[in-house]
């Protein structure tokens, strides 16, 4: 669904990626892991086209994206989850579900509420509170609902920058086994994640980045069996 052939960027004279190359093929889960400062967040950025890159080639579902524009990109199906949620904390669960909907071109009103009830039932918790505003929401249900918010533009790539940051594990829990699902069910998965470990547990392949650079890639079954060499990138 999308390749990275030997990209690099940065912002002004700083390069922050250095010669990155990866896939996500549809159906995958690809977890990217590294210390922080390894330049996570900035692939995510570089992939989206909101940071430029500098070198490199970047090809999502079969068209080269240096050209496009993130919102153009995003309506193509290259949606991005980023870190810190980023819901709109005056409207409620439902609108903000619905942002994401309209954002899909063509989208009739029977297949929106047909997304809804989708969504509500992989959360259920956002069912019972579809009415209450997004900033009222615990922080877990906030991630639900970007992680929904997203899927409610019918990605056919879903990047997620550290979806577990700062929630408690059963809630981590519930939302890495629902990205899980969602790559069995055919979906291409970019998952950058702090937890190293469950990360790939649940991931097909990983990646492990330093200072801007992928390191060591390979199944995830067998990276998350070389705990002292992650450990020891993971600083």
């Avoid at 080269?64 to 980023?86: D, K, N």
């Amino acid at each position: 669904m999308i390749t990275l052939e030997n990209v690099s960027a940065g912002f002004g004279v700083v390069q922050v990626l250095h010669d990155v190359s990866l896939a996500v093929p549809a159906g995958r889960l690809v977890s990217v892991i590294g210390a922080n400062g390894a330049g996570k967040t900035t692939l995510l950025r570089t992939i989206s086209n909101v940071v430029r890159p500098s070198a490199g080639r970047i090809v999502f579902d079969g068209t080269p994206t240096m050209a496009s524009e993130p919102h153009r990109l995003a309506r193509a199906g290259l949606v991005h989850v980023p870190q810190g949620r980023q819901i709109v904390p005056t409207l409620s669960v439902r609108d903000n579900l619905l942002i994401g909907a309209q954002r899909v071109a063509g989208l009739g009103a029977a297949e929106i509420e047909t997304g809804l009830a989708r969504e509500f039932a992989r959360f259920p918790v956002l069912d019972k509170r579809q009415d209450i505003l997004g900033g009222n929401l615990s922080g877990g249900e906030q991630q639900m609902l970007a992680v929904s918010r997203a899927l409610m533009m019918r990605p056919k790539l879903l990047m997620l920058d550290e979806p577990s940051l700062g929630l408690a594990p059963q809630v981590v829990r519930t939302i890495l086994d629902a990205l899980r699902s969602l790559a069995d069910g055919g979906l291409a998965i970019l998952l950058v994640e702090q937890l190293a470990h469950l990360a790939l547990e649940i991931a097909d392949e990983g990646h492990v980045m330093q200072r801007g650079r992928v390191v060591i890639s390979g199944p995830a079954e067998d990276l998350r069996k070389s705990r002292s060499l992650i450990d020891s990138y993971l600083g």
